[in-house]
């Protein structure tokens, strides 16, 4: 009950409790804010699934900083960065975030698939309720991202 009010363990001793400071508790509350497991609208994918989708014509968008991008990415993914200023949240305010996906793919039709940084990362949930609301019929989310893809030893570049 103490750790969870902000306090957390020093040394060796479980006794010795500090109570966490700001950046601390920041911290941590994003490591254990994990996105949705389904989107209304949208079809969650795992990576077996996104290898047939590609090869089926449908789009990966890789929506995270060009740095991460550039860094590693799932092999043919196009960058699309998702400038994200919201709350990491279901019921975010889209008008806080940036996000060119309408200057990009202008046919609505063609399938697009949306993955970040894993199940942590927001911005492909972000990036496929955009797409969602913009009209887009056919789109997927690859809610495990990149680390998923690592793990099962398909390509990036």
Request: hydrophobic share 40%; proline share 5%; glycine share 8%.
């Given at each position: ?18 109570p966490m400071n700001a950046g601390e508790f ?113 789109v997927y989310w690859f809610r495990g991202g990149?680390?998923?893809?690592r793990n099962r030893r398909f390509p990036t570049?």
């Amino acid at each position: 009950p103490r750790a969870a009010a902000g306090l957390r363990a020093e040394g060796s001793s479980v006794t010795t409790l500090r109570p966490m400071n700001a950046g601390e508790f920041a911290y941590l509350g994003k490591l254990t804010y994990l996105t949705p497991t389904f989107l209304p609208g949208a079809t969650v994918v795992s990576a077996e699934k996104v290898v047939d989708l590609m090869k089926s014509g449908a789009i990966m968008v890789d929506v995270r900083t060009e740095a991460e991008y550039k860094a590693r990415h799932i092999a043919r993914a196009q960058f699309l960065p998702y400038a994200e200023q919201s709350k990491k949240e279901v019921g975010y305010d889209r008008s806080q975030d940036k996000f060119g996906l309408g200057a990009v793919v202008t046919d609505k039709n063609v399938p697009l698939i949306f993955a970040c940084n894993g199940e942590e990362c927001w911005k492909s949930y972000k990036a496929a309720t955009w797409a969602l609301a913009e009209g887009h019929k056919t789109v997927y989310w690859f809610r495990g991202g990149l680390p998923e893809w690592r793990n099962r030893r398909f390509p990036t570049e």
